[in-house]
Protein backbone atom coordinates (compact mmCIF):
# COMPACT_ATOMS: atom_id res chain seq x y z
CA UNK A 1 0.00 0.00 0.00
CA UNK A 2 0.88 3.75 -0.05
CA UNK A 3 3.56 4.89 2.60
CA UNK A 4 4.28 8.30 4.15
CA UNK A 5 7.33 8.47 5.76
CA UNK A 6 7.52 11.13 8.45
CA UNK A 7 10.47 12.01 10.12
CA UNK A 8 11.69 13.02 12.46
CA UNK A 9 10.11 10.41 14.67
CA UNK A 10 10.88 11.69 18.23
CA UNK A 11 12.74 15.15 18.92
CA UNK A 12 13.66 17.04 21.95
CA UNK A 13 14.67 20.38 21.77
CA UNK A 14 15.16 23.82 24.45
CA UNK A 15 13.03 26.37 24.26
CA UNK A 16 12.83 28.92 22.12
CA UNK A 17 14.50 26.94 18.86
CA UNK A 18 12.92 25.92 15.96
CA UNK A 19 11.64 22.51 14.89
CA UNK A 20 11.16 21.03 11.48
CA UNK A 21 8.65 17.77 10.78
CA UNK A 22 9.15 16.26 7.26
CA UNK A 23 6.05 14.39 5.76
CA UNK A 24 6.65 12.84 2.44
CA UNK A 25 4.68 10.78 0.27
CA UNK A 26 7.00 7.61 -1.47
CA UNK A 27 5.03 6.16 -3.81
CA UNK A 28 2.49 8.74 -4.91
CA UNK A 29 1.89 12.22 -5.16
CA UNK A 30 -0.03 13.97 -2.47
CA UNK A 31 -1.97 16.59 -3.86
CA UNK A 32 -3.31 17.43 -0.05
CA UNK A 33 -1.64 16.80 3.13
CA UNK A 34 -3.11 17.56 6.51
CA UNK A 35 -1.32 17.28 10.18
CA UNK A 36 -2.69 17.58 12.97
CA UNK A 37 -1.26 17.05 17.05
CA UNK A 38 -2.19 14.83 19.93
CA UNK A 39 -2.01 15.66 23.28
CA UNK A 40 -1.67 12.77 25.69
CA UNK A 41 -5.34 11.11 26.46
CA UNK A 42 -6.79 13.50 23.63
CA UNK A 43 -8.11 12.63 20.00
CA UNK A 44 -6.16 13.61 17.06
CA UNK A 45 -7.15 17.42 16.37
CA UNK A 46 -7.01 18.84 13.19
CA UNK A 47 -4.01 21.40 13.43
CA UNK A 48 -4.03 22.45 9.40
CA UNK A 49 -4.95 21.29 5.43
CA UNK A 50 -2.12 22.16 2.84
CA UNK A 51 -2.49 22.31 -1.13
CA UNK A 52 0.61 22.07 -3.26
CA UNK A 53 1.46 25.39 -4.22
CA UNK A 54 -0.81 27.25 -2.15
CA UNK A 55 -0.48 28.72 0.97
CA UNK A 56 -2.36 26.41 4.48
CA UNK A 57 -5.76 26.46 5.44
CA UNK A 58 -5.27 26.65 9.62
CA UNK A 59 -7.55 25.76 12.08
CA UNK A 60 -9.13 28.00 14.46
CA UNK A 61 -6.78 28.56 17.63
CA UNK A 62 -4.33 27.34 15.88
CA UNK A 63 -1.16 29.96 15.12
CA UNK A 64 -0.12 29.81 11.71
CA UNK A 65 3.16 32.29 12.77
CA UNK A 66 3.89 29.87 15.29
CA UNK A 67 3.06 26.52 12.83
CA UNK A 68 4.83 26.87 9.75
CA UNK A 69 3.67 24.80 6.70
CA UNK A 70 5.21 24.72 3.68
CA UNK A 71 3.90 22.32 0.83
CA UNK A 72 6.28 23.16 -2.29
CA UNK A 73 6.59 19.70 -4.27
CA UNK A 74 3.94 17.10 -4.85
CA UNK A 75 5.25 14.58 -2.37
CA UNK A 76 6.91 16.85 0.74
CA UNK A 77 4.81 18.87 3.07
CA UNK A 78 6.84 20.32 6.35
CA UNK A 79 5.98 21.54 9.83
CA UNK A 80 7.87 23.63 11.36
CA UNK A 81 7.14 24.55 15.05
CA UNK A 82 9.21 28.06 15.54
CA UNK A 83 10.42 29.29 19.06
CA UNK A 84 9.11 25.64 20.50
CA UNK A 85 7.97 26.22 24.21
CA UNK A 86 7.04 23.46 26.39
CA UNK A 87 3.39 23.99 26.32
CA UNK A 88 4.12 22.38 22.32
CA UNK A 89 5.48 19.66 23.33
CA UNK A 90 3.00 17.07 21.28
CA UNK A 91 2.17 13.99 19.28
CA UNK A 92 2.09 15.59 15.52
CA UNK A 93 1.06 13.48 12.71
CA UNK A 94 0.59 14.14 9.04
CA UNK A 95 -1.49 12.18 6.11
CA UNK A 96 -1.59 12.33 3.11
CA UNK A 97 -4.21 12.21 -0.46
CA UNK A 98 -3.39 11.65 -3.93
CA UNK A 99 -7.20 12.87 -4.96
CA UNK A 100 -9.80 15.00 -3.32
CA UNK A 101 -10.22 14.29 0.29
CA UNK A 102 -13.46 14.70 0.31
CA UNK A 103 -14.40 11.83 -1.91
CA UNK A 104 -11.38 9.40 -1.82
CA UNK A 105 -11.17 9.31 2.02
CA UNK A 106 -10.36 5.51 1.74
CA UNK A 107 -7.08 6.85 -0.08
CA UNK A 108 -5.99 9.21 2.93
CA UNK A 109 -2.64 7.50 4.40
CA UNK A 110 -0.78 8.60 7.83
CA UNK A 111 2.94 9.10 9.01
CA UNK A 112 3.61 7.03 12.23
CA UNK A 113 4.09 10.65 13.68
CA UNK A 114 6.77 12.19 15.64
CA UNK A 115 6.68 12.86 19.60
CA UNK A 116 7.73 16.33 20.49
CA UNK A 117 9.25 17.50 23.27
CA UNK A 118 10.20 20.63 24.40
CA UNK A 119 12.29 21.48 27.35
CA UNK B 1 -19.23 21.07 15.69
CA UNK B 2 -18.71 17.00 15.50
CA UNK B 3 -18.04 15.19 18.54
CA UNK B 4 -16.35 11.55 18.22
CA UNK B 5 -16.40 9.37 22.28
CA UNK B 6 -15.00 6.50 22.68
CA UNK B 7 -15.66 4.79 25.43
CA UNK B 8 -12.60 3.15 27.46
CA UNK B 9 -9.08 4.20 26.75
CA UNK B 10 -7.79 1.11 27.68
CA UNK B 11 -9.29 -2.15 26.95
CA UNK B 12 -7.90 -5.94 27.66
CA UNK B 13 -9.18 -8.80 26.76
CA UNK B 14 -8.45 -12.65 26.58
CA UNK B 15 -7.14 -14.25 23.24
CA UNK B 16 -9.55 -15.87 21.89
CA UNK B 17 -12.76 -13.90 23.42
CA UNK B 18 -14.26 -11.17 21.75
CA UNK B 19 -13.97 -7.71 21.04
CA UNK B 20 -16.05 -4.78 21.50
CA UNK B 21 -14.59 -0.89 20.91
CA UNK B 22 -17.42 1.58 21.55
CA UNK B 23 -17.73 4.68 19.50
CA UNK B 24 -20.80 7.22 19.66
CA UNK B 25 -20.92 10.17 17.49
CA UNK B 26 -22.73 13.64 18.37
CA UNK B 27 -23.85 14.63 14.69
CA UNK B 28 -27.74 14.21 13.91
CA UNK B 29 -27.37 13.48 10.06
CA UNK B 30 -25.74 10.71 9.38
CA UNK B 31 -22.22 11.24 8.78
CA UNK B 32 -19.21 9.01 7.46
CA UNK B 33 -17.89 6.69 10.08
CA UNK B 34 -14.40 4.86 10.42
CA UNK B 35 -12.51 3.04 12.18
CA UNK B 36 -8.64 2.88 12.43
CA UNK B 37 -5.55 1.04 13.23
CA UNK B 38 -2.39 2.74 15.00
CA UNK B 39 0.19 -0.61 15.62
CA UNK B 40 3.25 0.88 17.03
CA UNK B 41 5.96 3.04 15.10
CA UNK B 42 3.32 2.72 12.07
CA UNK B 43 0.94 5.17 10.97
CA UNK B 44 -2.87 5.02 11.09
CA UNK B 45 -4.41 2.18 8.68
CA UNK B 46 -8.05 2.28 7.71
CA UNK B 47 -9.99 -0.41 9.36
CA UNK B 48 -13.54 -0.20 7.76
CA UNK B 49 -15.66 2.16 6.72
CA UNK B 50 -19.12 3.31 6.52
CA UNK B 51 -20.68 5.68 4.31
CA UNK B 52 -24.12 4.46 2.59
CA UNK B 53 -26.26 1.35 2.70
CA UNK B 54 -25.57 -1.69 4.48
CA UNK B 55 -24.97 -0.94 8.21
CA UNK B 56 -23.22 -3.34 9.33
CA UNK B 57 -19.46 -3.00 7.20
CA UNK B 58 -16.40 -5.82 7.28
CA UNK B 59 -13.04 -4.69 7.55
CA UNK B 60 -9.90 -6.45 7.82
CA UNK B 61 -7.84 -8.92 10.07
CA UNK B 62 -11.86 -9.88 10.85
CA UNK B 63 -13.21 -6.76 11.92
CA UNK B 64 -16.84 -5.73 11.71
CA UNK B 65 -18.68 -2.84 12.44
CA UNK B 66 -22.00 -1.80 12.42
CA UNK B 67 -23.56 2.05 12.00
CA UNK B 68 -26.73 2.55 14.39
CA UNK B 69 -28.29 5.50 13.57
CA UNK B 70 -30.92 5.88 16.80
CA UNK B 71 -28.24 5.13 19.18
CA UNK B 72 -25.71 7.39 17.12
CA UNK B 73 -22.76 4.75 17.31
CA UNK B 74 -20.57 2.73 15.51
CA UNK B 75 -18.92 -0.06 17.53
CA UNK B 76 -16.19 -2.22 16.62
CA UNK B 77 -16.20 -5.75 17.07
CA UNK B 78 -13.97 -8.56 16.25
CA UNK B 79 -15.64 -12.57 17.55
CA UNK B 80 -12.13 -13.71 18.62
CA UNK B 81 -8.83 -11.70 19.17
CA UNK B 82 -5.84 -12.66 18.40
CA UNK B 83 -2.03 -11.14 19.46
CA UNK B 84 -1.71 -9.41 16.69
CA UNK B 85 -4.70 -6.84 17.28
CA UNK B 86 -3.17 -5.35 20.10
CA UNK B 87 -3.12 -2.04 19.30
CA UNK B 88 -4.64 1.81 19.48
CA UNK B 89 -7.75 2.30 17.64
CA UNK B 90 -9.48 4.96 16.68
CA UNK B 91 -13.05 5.93 16.04
CA UNK B 92 -13.54 9.00 13.14
CA UNK B 93 -16.62 10.75 11.63
CA UNK B 94 -16.88 13.09 8.37
CA UNK B 95 -19.71 14.97 7.50
CA UNK B 96 -20.68 14.43 3.52
CA UNK B 97 -18.90 17.02 1.36
CA UNK B 98 -16.43 17.33 4.04
CA UNK B 99 -13.18 16.47 3.58
CA UNK B 100 -12.06 16.62 7.36
CA UNK B 101 -11.71 14.15 9.83
CA UNK B 102 -12.47 14.08 13.74
CA UNK B 103 -11.68 12.20 15.62
CA UNK B 104 -11.68 10.26 19.00
CA UNK B 105 -9.24 9.79 21.86
CA UNK B 106 -8.67 6.13 20.73
CA UNK B 107 -8.74 3.12 22.84
CA UNK B 108 -5.67 1.13 23.23
CA UNK B 109 -6.43 -2.87 22.88
CA UNK B 110 -4.49 -5.06 25.08
CA UNK B 111 -4.84 -8.88 24.29
CA UNK B 112 -4.12 -11.45 27.44
CA UNK B 113 -2.23 -14.86 26.10
Known amino acids: GAVVSQHPSRVICKSGTSVKIECRSL??????MFWYRQFPKQSLMLMAT?????????EQGVEKDKFLINHASLTLSTLTVTSAHPEDSSFYIC???????????????FGSGTQLSVL | AQSVTQLGSHVSVSEGALVLLRCNYS??????LFWYVQYPNQGLQLLLK??????LVKGINGFEAEFKKSETSFHLTKPSAHMSDAAEYFC???????????FGTGTRLTIIP
Open chain 1, 50 to 58: SNEGSKATY
Open chain 1, 95 to 109: SATPGDPATNIEKLF
Open chain 2, 27 to 32: SSVPPY
Open chain 1, 27 to 32: DFQATT
Open chain 2, 50 to 55: YTTGAT
Open chain 2, 92 to 102: AVRDFGNEKLT
